[in-house]
């Protein structure tokens, strides 16, 4: 089988091995974690830089303009680095009357609901950190923390709009929780499988896309109208509406502070794609068209994390396209959206997908 | 394994806020100012506390999504296997919906879909 050269985990399996014969297991594994936890931070951070300057310079297209140019050259490659340095030299506001300890655990409760998601994503073939059988079940539950984080820091920061942010915020990330659990569902019942390894592999032959038809589709635009809420964005986020609310529930917090807030934003963003990547887009699986033998070898040669982040980047952009395209939604209209068309809708489309793989309807 | 890299990853998002908020209180300039500690309201002084009840709506939909999120979790393990099932898994699954669309129904019948 072609895929198997990109595959990572014999590689890894190895260096494992001589680890523990050079050394004792407990130092192996402590190395070994701190190579993944230096890898993820490198990841995190790389990642938000490419995704600032990506939404920057997508929305400044959109909207006619040119966006960063002066800061590194030519296309302001170094404008988002920059604006980083800056936010860490801020001065950080301590407040009078919020509660601390809230306050201070708010951005740890955002940042680990995002880095636990991010370490569920399959990058490549026995490449992701994470590897559970329950894994598309953990990242639903991992996700869910986010919200708590956002609701302590409207609630402990003791203003009105940091308070109004929070609550209309959790609100609406709950309620779009349903959708996502349903949709993501829908693709557990296609592929028969929780474990994001065994659901990328599934797709070996076709991505669920393709093979769950109507129904696989319907799910996917309900997730990425589902994701684009839970990420905070786009036409939905009313939270931090500007005009109304100042900058929602993260109003008080300054410097760093914020910026933890900022950063998991935009990781959200890339775990929404990735997910759906992974679910919709056969994660790594490369290209495959039945019939076009020569087309296939040729996809196959590409590494796998090529493909993820690829087709990752590809979804980041329609959601970057939806958030400068649409005007933004009132709170009764986020609501009434969610529960009374995408609620139901996922629910048929729940059923819709349980017929076509009972009675074999799927190619 | 599994448990060492989940210890792992939870280390590395406490180790992330921890030391970008001490290079940033190493790098950043401090001055005191009493109206520095306000709460943000645009340059007006803030009257009474914002730890206030709040209005029930947000509750009402936070109760329908615990219904719903509890189906959701309930709902897992049946999609694992309801290929191998078959028709019954169809069956059972569509009574167990049927029940919970009627709560949806009863509950939009109701109003507590509508934002008032």
Redesign the interface.
């Known amino acids: 089988m072609f895929l198997d050269y990109y595959n990572l985990s014999p590689l890894l399996m190895q260096i494992h091995a001589f680890l523990c014969s050079v050394m004792p297991e407990w130092l192996a594994l402590t190395l070994e974690g701190l190579v993944v936890g230096v890898f993820i931070l490198v990841m995190y951070a790389v990642l938000a830089i490419i995704l600032i300057y990506m939404e920057r310079k997508v929305c400044a297209a959109f909207q006619c303009r040119i966006g960063p140019n002066r800061v590194g050259g030519k296309g302001g490659l170094l404008q988002v680095p920059a604006d980083v340095l800056k936010i860490l030299t801020k001065e950080i506001i301590s407040l009078k009357h919020s509660d601390h300890f809230l306050y201070a655990l708010a951005p740890f409760l955002v940042i680990l609901a995002s880095i636990l998601t991010f370490s569920c994503l399959p990058w490549n073939k026995g490449g992701e950190i994470l590897h559970m059988n329950i894994g598309i079940f953990f990242v639903l539950a991992a996700s869910s923390i986010g919200v708590l984080g956002i609701l302590l820091a409207g609630w402990s920061s003791n203003s009105k709009y940091t308070l109004i942010g929070a609550v209309r915020s959790g609100a609406m990330i709950i309620s779009y929780e349903l959708s996502i659990g349903l949709s993501v569902l829908t693709m557990v019942v296609m592929s028969g499988a929780m474990d994001i390894q065994t659901i990328v592999e599934g797709q070996a032959n076709g991505w669920n896309i393709f093979k769950g038809h109507i129904p696989a589709i319907m799910a996917f635009i309900i997730y990425l109208i589902a994701g684009n809420a839970e990420a905070n964005r786009g036409p939905f986020d009313l939270a931090e509406a500007e005009q109304e609310l100042t900058a929602g529930y993260h109003t008080e917090y300054s410097g760093m502070h914020f910026g933890f807030f900022y950063l998991a934003e935009y990781l959200n963003l890339f775990i929404t794609a990735g997910i759906a990547t992974t679910l919709f887009l056969g994660g790594w699986m490369p290209l495959h068209i039945a019939g076009l033998d020569g087309l296939n070898m040729v996809m196959d040669y590409i590494p796998g994390f090529v493909w993820f982040i690829g087709k990752t980047f590809f979804i980041v952009f329609l959601l970057m396209w939806i958030r400068w395209t649409f005007p933004r939604l009132r709170i009764d209209q986020v609501l009434t959206l969610e529960w009374k068309y995408l609620m139901p809708l996922s629910l048929v489309v729940l059923l819709l997908m349980t017929v076509c793989k009972v009675f074999g309807l799927t190619f | 394994m ?1 448990f ?14 921890v030391a ?2 001490t ?3 190493l ?5 005191f100012n009493p109206q ?7 340059g007006i002084p ?1 009257r009474g ?4 009840q ?2 029930a ?2 509750y009402l ?2 109760i ?2 615990l219904m ?2 509890i189906e ?1 979790v309930f ?2 393990p049946w ?6 099932v ?2 019954y ?2 069956v059972s ?2 009574f167990f ?1 049927v029940v ?2 009627l709560g ?1 129904a009863y509950a ?1 019948r109701k109003g507590a ?1 509508e ?1 008032k």
């Open positions: 599994f060492t890299f989940i210890i792992v990853v939870i280390l590395t998002a406490i180790v992330l806020v970008a908020m290079i940033a209180k790098l950043a300039p401090r001055s520095k500690g306000e709460p943000y309201e645009c803030t506390q914002s730890w206030v709040f209005k709506g947000y939909f936070a329908l999504f719903f999120d959701t709902l897992f999609a694992v296997v309801a290929d191998q078959g028709v898994a169809l699954v569509g919906l919970l669309i949806l939009w879909l934002w």
